[in-house]
């Protein structure tokens, strides 16, 4: 019974392989092998509240923000 | 091109399409205002209360804190740096903990609080105002830990959510605040008159800087204020200063700076003054302001000594000592 699974098979492949090609001086080349590093998850396009269009913006006389 | 203005802290900045409020994490897409941290925490840490440092506020219990990047202020000194100091999308690494998924976590953790805190909440706003909703429904509780630099009408809206804040007053002197810290002193005194009167158990930390703002007489005012304003019973946690980020040039506070703002704070009327980052000082534990038994002694964020009665009071005299014991 082979417990080598096919992944597993394919991933020892690609090792000698990139092995082969740095021994050579040619590990550049296997830059296109290297799988990206996973990025961070998106932002988040929730909508955030306390705003106003620049144009809309007017102060009623008994606004207070925490700045006045 | 819509510019728009947000309206959540007193900078009320004026932000053009593509562009970021100077909390870097609020952002104009469109002529819509992104809060971009929603359900992005970078922080998340399972931490002593003692840590925040809320001292009357459920001793010794264990309290989910977290932290998106960005920050509204600009200290010098900043501990989080790497953290406050950089928009969501410079971060490393940033985890997708959207409200029911944190509250979840924090319950899964054995949490029975939920602490915003490490960078300033007040920039994940929303996140914090949602998460809070659940938690209450959840039966956790909300810890704001902050500089309170926020308008009134928001803060207003999250009071009602809040159990517990530790609010920093970085100097009783807004040229301080200026300089260091980027931001002004009077929306932060509002806010924290806003927090006492809405309920919310309060705390005040003060990180007192060499040469900075460790002037007794500023110190005494500063006291004076809380009373009258906060009230006697408010705890006051003196800070110890270490040279970090862009104050290197400064050594770290002496415990002795530390011992005379104590005392000042005391003469002036504070009942509970504490002294912090220094390991085994005596003002890390709260003591009877009757007749001086000790009450909790800590060492570092460790309780090793409680002699608070079941209903939070001295055991000897029986005064009530104000804070949230159960």
């Known amino acids: 019974m082979n417990r080598i699974t096919k992944a597993r098979r394919v991933q020892i492949r690609r090792r000698r392989f990139l092995k082969l090609l740095s021994a050579m001086g040619l590990g550049i080349l296997a830059l296109p092998a290297i799988p990206a590093r996973r990025g961070p998850a998106p932002l988040s396009l929730r909508e955030a509240d306390y705003y106003r269009p620049r144009d809309q913006v007017h102060k009623p006389p008994n606004y207070r923000s925490g700045s006045e | ?326």
């Open chain 2, 1 to 326: 091109m819509t510019e728009v203005v947000c309206e959540l802290c007193p900078r009320e900045c004026r932000i053009p399409e593509g562009g970021a409020g100077d909390c870097r994490v609020r952002v104009n897409i469109d002529g819509k205002l992104r809060a971009t941290t929603y359900g992005r925490p970078s922080a998340i840490h399972v931490d002593p209360m003692e840590k925040k440092p809320l001292y009357h506020f459920r001793p010794g219990s264990p309290v989910f804190s977290i932290a998106t990047a960005g920050c509204n202020l600009h200290c010098l000194n900043c501990q989080n740096w790497q953290l406050s100091q950089r928009g969501g999308e410079e971060m490393e690494q940033i985890y997708h903990l959207d409200p029911p998924e944190l509250i979840s976590m924090a319950m899964a953790q054995g949490c029975e609080s939920i602490a915003y805190t490490y960078s300033d909440p007040v920039v994940f706003y929303e996140y914090v105002h949602d998460s809070s909703e659940l938690a209450h429904q959840s039966g956790l509780r909300n810890v704001f830990i902050t500089a309170a630099y926020i308008n009134q009408k928001p803060l207003h809206r999250l009071c009602r959510l809040l159990d517990a804040s530790n609010t920093d007053l970085k100097a009783f002197d807004d040229r301080f605040y200026r300089e260091t810290n980027g931001a002004s002193l009077q929306p932060v005194l509002n806010a924290l008159v806003t927090l006492r009167e809405e309920g919310v158990w309060l705390e005040v930390t003060n990180l007192l800087i060499p040469t900075l703002n460790d002037d007794l007489a500023m110190i005494r005012r500063m006291a004076k204020w809380i009373r009258r304003e906060l009230g006697e019973q408010t705890p006051l946690h003196f800070s110890r200063f270490q040279p970090q980020y862009r104050m290197r040039n400064l050594p770290a506070t002496p415990t002795e700076t530390l011992d005379r703002a104590r005392r000042e704070a005391m003469d002036a009327g504070l009942h509970y003054v504490y002294v912090g980052n220094v390991f085994g000082h005596e003002g890390n534990s709260t003591y009877c302001p009757t007749d001086g038994t000790l009450l909790i002694q800590r060492v570092g964020y460790h309780i090793t000594e409680y002699n608070l009665t079941e209903d939070g009071r001295c055991p000897h005299c029986k005064q009530s000592i104000a804070g949230v014991w159960q």
